[in-house]
């Protein structure tokens, strides 16, 4: 808001702090890719800034395209950071991707929020990178797209100590995983015992139906013999 309207930020004036558009307060930066582009439309805003190499920044604006732009299809819109070593080696670290499909709508202001990490091989100097991309070359067409509310936040700690403590939980969650296999395995052996157990009681009450059984005909056989004895003595005497 400390911008002025139609100050130019970067691109060689395809970044523009604009009043015609805005999401709150009176203004907004309007990013634009012009007709016939043969690149990115790389644009660089602000200075250079000494960073970490390990460096993270979380990155917050609400972006809008209006109902009159009729980009090329697939264009895109990239936000993050442009890093720098010493010899001049560049990097470019997107944190959101702003394209058709994640807008959703024209004149439909939406939020993105997104994370851009230095990728270290010395790169301690990094500047704010956007880059309005799509189909290059004559004939090709441009698009103007706006954002408001851009907010740059420097997580290189908190996201360390996020990582950390998602890496416990993944650790806490791997051996709950095992401790619960190895409850199933000894909760199975201790199906298995059980039924190995009714299956000897199922022998062990088969072995003493049959030695009713026996029993029984021991003690059937034993009668017909009284029986038998009982009629030969009889016989006897009546001779």
Known sequence: ESYSDGQVLGGNGTAVVVASQKFTGGKSLKLRRDENNSGNSDKQLGTWQSVREDAKFRFEFWAMMPADQAPSSGWTTLVGIQSQNAAGQNAWQAAVTVSEASLGARDKWVKFTGIASNNGAGRTRAVVWISTRGATGNGTPGYSLYIDDLVITDVTDAKAAQDASDATASAVS??????????????????????????????????DNMAKTLSDSQSTQASLNTSLQSQIDAQAAAN
């Not at 791997?174 to 157990?197: F, M, N, P, S, Y």
């Open 174 to 207: 791997g051996l709950t995983a095992r401790v619960t296999d190895a409850e199933g395995k000894i909760t199975a052996q201790a199906q298995q015992q059980t039924a190995l157990a009714s299956k000897v009681d199922n022998a062990n009450s088969r072995v």
